[in-house]
């Protein structure tokens, strides 16, 4: 264990300022050192990341910096009990672009303020001296930030110290790499046995979707244009190739309109395509980027959204020239659901939301609110907030039978 000397030589332990913000950083410092100094009985193992990379490192691991914050969304689902009693710093993103996340788990967790916040590897601005400093057990980094790193040699500058550096991936190919991710961290976690039940819980809500679909013959599914945050800025039309949101709405029972024109997970569509293959239903994503973007014409959605402000915001987006003569408008299936379900384990959530609008008729007991609730209680450290999702005209529009 470390003497007082060695304690007394750690930067800023003498140096806790008054107030609260100043006590939290302490706290957070002091933590820190606790868990330094004390050493845990560990088991070198050798994993294969979502890059198939083979990476040793000495497990459970008690150390973890995220290099995106909403990595959290999985980390906490794996160890609810104590979602950040490994984490030593990570990403501020969550802050920035999922603040009302952010805000559920502060007001739980209020250390969490305390914790460094790095920039982002993907971005050039992850200090590597920082991540040196805080001797973490590995460093999760999504798989955007691989070409950054490589640039920089980050691995190889990191594993001559000791820190092991582990990709994971909700975001890119989720389809691919989620299941594979959460069987990762969960290994690095010893949480094995949870990855799987929640592993188990995820493949069967999908399963409720896509069993029931593949029973139907002469399925007919409806042109699906998901408008990828509008209103964050001025410019349209972002929207989702083959994977990602694109790919739930294929898996829900949709053809989704980025998949026939985009090669990669994300793109853009011209204003004049969008009208001319006049999709039958559009679905924006949305979520509060007050901090990002504040003012913005974004529908806010998230844990606790004002739902009716959310609806007039996408009332209005719906006018803008590429959408307003579209099906889709006509029959009032215009709908709205939080960004954030593509950057975490939770699509399959998505997917039932997605189902329920395509094909009502198909789905009338399935209850997406019901799964999100229990995966809440059974997993997550936040009791549910409703709030991630809205629509114009109901599940199947206004006076509009699914087809």
Same mark, same amino acid.
């Given at each position: 264990?470390a003497?007082?000397?060695?304690?007394?030589?750690?930067?800023?332990?003498?140096?806790?300022?008054?107030?609260?913000a100043?006590?939290?950083?302490?706290?957070?410092?002091?933590?820190?050192?606790?868990?330094?100094?004390?050493?845990?009985?560990?088991?070198?193992?050798s994993?294969?990341?979502?890059?198939?990379?083979?990476?040793?490192?000495?497990?459970?691991?008690?150390?973890?910096?995220?290099?995106?914050?909403?990595?959290?969304?999985?980390?906490?689902?794996l160890d609810?009990?104590?979602?950040?009693?490994?984490?030593?710093?990570?990403?501020d993103?969550?802050?920035?672009?999922?603040?009302?996340?952010?805000?559920?788990?502060?007001?739980?967790?209020?250390?969490?303020?305390?914790?460094?916040?790095?920039?982002a590897m993907?971005?050039? !601005?992850?200090?590597?001296?920082?991540?040196?400093?805080?001797?973490?057990?590995?460093?999760?980094? !999504?798989?955007?930030?691989?070409?950054?790193?490589?640039?920089?040699?980050?691995?190889?500058?990191?594993?001559?110290?000791?820190?092991?550096?582990?990709?994971?991936?909700?975001?890119?190919?989720? &389809?691919?790499?989620?299941?594979?991710?959460?069987?990762?961290?969960?290994?690095l976690?010893?949480?094995?046995?949870?990855a799987?039940?929640?592993?188990?819980f995820?493949?069967?809500?999908?399963?409720?979707?896509?069993?029931?679909?593949?029973?139907?013959?002469?399925?007919?599914?409806?042109l699906?244009?998901?408008?990828?945050?509008?209103?964050?800025?001025?410019d349209?039309?972002?929207?989702?190739?083959?994977?990602? &949101?694109?790919?739930?709405?294929?898996?829900?029972?949709?053809?989704?309109l980025?998949?026939?024109?985009?090669?990669?997970?994300?793109?853009?569509?011209?204003?004049?395509?969008?009208?001319?293959? !006049?999709?039958?239903?559009?679905?924006?994503?949305?979520? !509060?980027?007050?901090?990002?973007a504040?003012?913005?014409?974004?529908?806010?959605?998230?844990?606790?959204?004002?739902?009716?402000?959310?609806?007039?915001?996408?009332?209005?987006?719906?006018?803008?020239?590429? &959408?307003?003569?579209?099906?889709?408008?006509k029959?009032?299936?215009?709908?709205?659901?939080?960004?954030? &379900?593509?950057?975490?384990?939770?699509?399959?959530?998505?997917?039932q939301?997605?189902?329920?609008?395509?094909?009502?008729?198909?789905f009338?007991?399935?209850?997406?609110?019901?799964?999100?609730?229990?995966?809440?209680?059974?997993?997550?450290?936040?009791?549910?907030?409703?709030?991630?999702?809205?629509?114009?005209?109901?599940?199947?529009?206004?006076?509009?039978?699914?087809?």
């Open positions: 264990m003497g007082r000397g060695e304690l007394d030589r750690r930067p800023g332990i003498g140096a806790c300022g008054q107030g609260l100043a006590l939290l950083h302490c706290l957070a410092l002091v933590l820190v050192v606790i868990t330094s100094a004390v050493p845990a009985s560990a088991e070198q193992v994993v294969t990341d979502v890059l198939g990379r083979v990476v040793t490192v000495a497990v459970p691991v008690q150390r973890v910096i995220l290099g995106e914050g909403r990595q959290i969304h999985a980390g906490a689902a609810r009990e104590a979602p950040f009693r490994r984490i030593v710093a990570w990403r993103d969550l802050q920035k672009a999922d603040p009302d996340s952010y805000r559920a788990y502060l007001e739980r967790y209020p250390i969490i303020a305390a914790l460094p916040a790095l920039g993907s971005e050039g !601005n992850l200090d590597i001296e920082t991540v040196i400093a805080l001797k973490p057990d590995v460093l999760f980094l !999504n798989v955007e930030a691989q070409i950054a790193s490589a640039e920089t040699k980050l691995v190889e500058k990191l594993a001559s110290v000791g820190i092991p550096v582990v990709y994971v991936d909700f975001r890119h190919a989720p &389809f691919v790499n989620t299941e594979p991710s959460l069987r990762l961290m969960g290994r976690f010893g949480r094995s046995e949870i799987e039940e929640l592993i188990a995820r493949s069967r809500e999908i399963a409720r979707v896509t069993d029931r679909l593949a029973g139907v013959a002469d399925l007919r599914r409806p699906v244009m998901v408008d990828r945050i509008p209103g964050y800025s001025d349209c039309c972002m929207t989702f190739g083959p994977e990602n &949101f694109g790919r739930m709405v294929e898996v829900a029972g949709g053809r989704n980025g998949s026939l024109l985009l090669p990669s997970t994300f793109g853009t569509v011209n204003p004049e395509t969008i009208i001319a293959m !006049n999709p039958d239903v559009v679905i924006a994503t949305g979520g !509060n980027w007050s901090a990002l504040p003012g913005g014409a974004w529908v806010g959605l998230g844990p606790g959204a004002d739902l009716a402000e959310a609806k007039r915001k996408l009332a209005n987006l719906a006018k803008r020239p590429a &959408f307003a003569h579209t099906a889709a408008v029959s009032g299936r215009v709908h709205a659901i939080w960004h954030q &379900f593509y950057n975490n384990p939770y699509q399959f959530v998505a997917i939301r997605i189902a329920r609008w395509l094909h009502p008729d198909l009338p007991d399935l209850d997406p609110e019901a799964t999100l609730r229990e995966l809440h209680e059974r997993f997550l450290p936040l009791p549910y907030q409703p709030g991630y999702w809205v629509e114009l005209g109901g599940e199947g529009g206004a006076g509009h039978a699914a087809p």
